[in-house]
Antibody
Framework: VQLVESGGGLVQPGKSLKLSCSAS????????MHWIRQAPGKGLDWVAY???????VYADAVKGRFTISRDNAKNTLYLQLNSLKSEDTAIYYC????????WGQGVMVTVSS | DVVMTQTPPSLSVAIGQSVSISCKSS???????????LNWLLQNPGQSPKRLIY???NLGSGVPDRFSGTGSEKDFTLKISRVEAEDLGVYHC?????????FGSGTKLEIK
């Protein structure tokens, strides 16, 4: 099992970014997936979840700004980040399932002017 | 939101000692399906988190049996018997019973 995030970088406040999490080594379509973030020097913070049937839930802090989605044909999980704020600066991890059994290595998103 | 109170915030232990970390939730973590979705994670320095324990007491694949989890309802404990150097890092509890999912504030384990 492998999860590899990409798409991070430096972005100005108010701009957008799209993160990807490429999955391999398991039947991606059978699992719900999470995005979790960690601000520099801080704890873990749950962002969003998408079920195997593409139902979604979000943390209040990102609701209406972030969109989680998946492409089962490409074995890829996405997170569209819009209207970015400085407080969204963090390492973003994807993780598998309600049991959090596999995590990616993370991708850094820095929101700064 | 469910508040996860994790203690202590830090520990310093010698190799071979045993330690316990507590995680208390503000609500019962028993799901309507009867399961309790309380997991423990370890984040080694500079690494992404990895799962140690799921559903309170189930050892993750490849996790040494020096790790054990106990508890029910709102009170949970992670125990590490015979600490080894590779156990250093930050331990996190996370509840996945209620939305939003919430994490404890972490316990940093240092080796003396």
């Amino acid at each position: 099992v492998q999860l590899v995030e990409s798409g991070g970088g430096l972005v100005q406040p108010g701009k957008s970014l799209k993160l990807s999490c490429s999955a391999s080594g398991f039947t991606f379509s059978s699992y719900g997936m999470h995005w979790i973030r960690q601000a520099p020097g801080k704890g873990l913070d749950w962002v969003a979840y998408i079920s195997s049937s593409s139902g979604t839930v979000y943390a209040d802090a990102v609701k209406g700004r972030f969109t989680i989605s998946r492409d089962n044909a490409k074995n890829t999980l996405y997170l569209q980040l819009n209207s970015l704020k400085s407080e969204d600066t963090a390492i973003y991890y994807c993780a598998r399932g309600a049991l959090f059994d596999y995590w990616g290595q993370g991708v850094m998103v820095t929101v700064s002017s | 939101d469910v508040v996860m109170t994790q203690t202590p915030p830090s520990l310093s232990v010698a190799i071979g000692q045993s330690v316990s970390i507590s995680c208390k939730s503000s609500q019962s973590l028993v799901h309507s399906d009867g399961k309790t979705y309380l997991n423990w994670l370890l984040q080694n320095p500079g690494q992404s988190p990895k799962r140690l324990i799921y559903q309170v007491s189930n050892l993750g694949s490849g996790v040494p049996d020096r790790f054990s989890g106990t508890g029910s309802e709102k009170d949970f404990t992670l125990k590490i018997s015979r600490v080894e150097a590779e156990d250093l890092g930050v331990y996190h509890c996370v509840q996945a019973t209620h939305v939003p999912l919430t994490f404890g504030s972490g316990t940093k384990l240092e080796i003396k």
